[in-house]
């Protein structure tokens, strides 16, 4: 049997490679065209009933405690360590209050957590897909076993919402899942919305959320900035805000409608479109590969014959 040449190998290796890329791009192909989902799961928050005492973020952490490795965080004023002050999402907190005052009239609480987008960024980034988005609840989850540890997706975040445990001698990424494996799943609640005491968190469908947002923005214009945070920024999400200040003076960043990562994704599937490209540049490479071969192959013919003189 003849040894295959080089010029087979360079043929091989540039078909299986643009085979590759052209898998990849059709299972990134398939995911196109993604529309909002009002049946999902999600949280609407009224900042002009929260009182901040934070009830949500130690029902977060008792109920999420063991499965989601999530500690208290020692307030700086509290040597005895009796008070859990945060003063960020962390790789022990899912759920934080901030207060944010403009004047000594004007002042709003807040509550961040994941807003489980609609499009999330940090399933798109993720290479391993440690991140996924579930196709019934809309919860955007987080495999530790899968992770990787390369952080894209706080980068790729928004919201900059996800936190790494960079204390931990075995690291992951924490964000709030809707408390799927725990209060979820036994109450059919987010532990966060059953135990608030003034009804600021609503858990429930996103389009039954959406419905009661536009509801109250209807009957109290005057307590409200009328817009519905969440309802179409990056794509749509979730979590939902209603609020008195406006959104970007609470934290809340400023996002086209238009989810970045289907941006990121359109620049990929053009380019991997009938993966034309990728089948240019591999042939490109071979082309040269095998130029710079025969090449080298009469310089050795050259030098051979001086040789033999």
Request: glycine letters at 8%; proline letters at 5%; one cysteine or more.
């Amino acid at each position: 049997m003849k040894n295959p040449s080089r010029r087979d190998f360079l043929k091989l290796a540039g078909a299986t490679g643009a085979g590759l890329l052209a898998s990849r791009a059709g299972s990134a192909l398939a995911n196109e065209g993604t529309q909002i989902n009002n049946e999902e799961l999600g949280m609407l928050y009224d900042a002009t009933k929260c009182v901040g005492c934070k009830a949500c973020m130690a029902s977060c952490k008792r109920v999420n405690s063991d499965y989601g490795s999530l500690s208290y965080e020692k307030a700086k004023f509290d040597s005895d360590g009796l008070w859990d002050a945060p003063s960020d999402l962390s790789g022990s907190t899912r759920t934080l209050i901030k207060l944010f005052k403009e004047s000594e009239q004007r002042w709003s609480y807040v509550k961040y957590s994941c807003m489980h987008c609609q499009k999330p960024s940090c399933v798109s980034v993720c290479p391993v897909s440690a991140m996924t988005k579930e196709k019934v609840s809309g919860i955007v989850d987080y495999n530790k076993n899968t992770c990787i540890g390369c952080r894209y997706c706080q980068i790729a975040c928004p919201y900059n919402i996800p936190k790494f445990q960079w204390e931990k001698a075995l690291p992951q990424i924490v964000k709030c899942d809707l408390c799927k494996a725990t209060n979820l799943r036994e109450k059919g609640i987010s532990a966060c919305a059953e135990v608030c005491p003034v009804g600021a968190i609503k858990f429930g469908k996103r389009k039954d959320l959406l419905s009661e947002a536009h509801q109250r923005l209807k009957d109290a214009p005057d307590r409200y900035v009328p817009h519905v945070y969440g309802e179409h920024e990056g794509g749509g999400t979730n979590h939902l805000y209603l609020a008195s200040m406006p959104f970007n003076k609470l934290g809340l960043p400023d996002i086209k409608p238009e989810a970045p990562a289907e941006f990121s994704e359109k620049i990929q599937h053009t380019i991997y479109k009938g993966f034309i490209a990728p089948v240019a540049l591999y042939s490109t490479l071979c082309f040269i590969a095998v130029k710079n071969m025969k090449k080298h192959k009469g310089h050795d013919g050259h030098d051979q014959k001086q040789e033999d003189k």
